[in-house]
């Protein structure tokens, strides 16, 4: 029989039971248990939460609808304010214009193009990230990723030439994704857009060409060219109002599609058919019965 040198160590002595003298105290807030905060929702605690795609779409899509309709109006005012132009062109062939009517024609042109620019670059920055953040909820809904990364959506907007097409792909895109369902086969196929979506795409291409035109137009010298310039600015306008329009369809168009909707809004529910029901067990009609 072997022994460790030394001898057999003694065995450890059991430890009496000490008495219970009260709860256990400490010196500091003990860093295992709940913050010192009262009861608040999750997204309310110091942690970054995972912001909800379909919330952001729909709080966008409100913010772009309210610019675009400003913007609609205030480009409608300023087509008045150019045919309004127009028209003292034409009066000034024969008589004198009173400067009355010449203040207030420039004044009014000049601050709805001031602010049609302004509400154009707003409701188109509101209109960019909802499309984004559109595209982000269709992948999370099919769990698939995008076909093209974010950066390359900005540039297709912002690259002049480009922006004739790049924008009316990703919405074909988006609508193609957004009518699918998980696992279907059409998304492998070439994405087709809708009427509403092509019409968009038409009146947004006509919008740049003309919205160019009118800014190389302002190079030109002579009354005839001043003259020309003013019919061109009016259907800049009337397409810049058109473009608005389709804009905020489009994207109450794509919302609804994305967005569940809610039945407690719902102002009439009506049953449109049943399907795959069993059929009613009804009791034999007595031959008694009144008809």
């Known amino acids: 029989m072997a022994t460790p040198p030394g001898g057999l160590r003694p065995g450890r002595r059991p430890r009496p039971a000490e008495r219970y003298t009260g709860p256990p105290s400490y010196p500091g807030v003990p860093r295992w248990g709940f913050p010192l905060l009262g009861w ?10 995972q912001i909800d795609p379909v919330q952001r779409v729909t709080w966008l899509s409100g913010m772009a609808w309210s610019a675009l309709w400003l913007m609609a109006a205030v ?11 127009y028209v003292l062109l034409l009066m000034s062939r024969g008589s004198a214009l009173s400067k009355l009517a010449l203040d207030l024609s420039d004044t009014l042109v000049v601050t709805a193009g001031v602010l049609s620019w302004l509400l154009g670059v707003t409701s188109g920055v509101f209109a960019v990230l909802w499309l984004l953040w559109a595209r982000k909820a269709s992948a999370r809904r099919l769990e698939v990723s995008p076909r093209r990364p974010e ?12 922006n004739l097409v790049a924008p009316g792909t990703a919405l074909a895109e988006l609508e193609h994704g957004v009518l699918a369902t998980a696992g279907d086969r059409r998304l492998e ?4 857009p809708s009427r509403l979506v092509g019409a968009w795409w038409i009146a947004w291409a006509v919008s740049l060409v003309l919205g160019l035109a009118a800014f190389l137009w302002r190079f030109r010298d002579g009354v005839q060219a001043m003259a ?35 039945p407690t809004l719902l102002l009439r529910h009506r049953v449109l058919g049943v399907k795959d029901a069993p059929k009613p067990v009804r009791p034999d009609r007595p031959s008694t019965a009144p008809r």
Do not use: K
């Open 75 to 85: 480009s409608g005012i300023a087509a008045v304010g150019e045919a309004w132009r």
């Open 40 to 49: 608040r929702w999750p997204l309310a605690l110091p942690t970054r939460p």
């Open 151 to 162: 950066w390359q959506v900005v540039a297709g907007v912002l690259v002049p030439g480009v």
């Open 189 to 192: 196929s070439r994405p087709r």
């Open 228 to 262: 020309d310039g003013v019919v061109l600015h009016f259907w800049t306008d009337v397409a810049a109002v058109v473009c608005a329009v389709l804009t905020m369809r489009v994207i109450n168009y794509l919302t609804s599609l994305i967005v569940p909707l809610d």
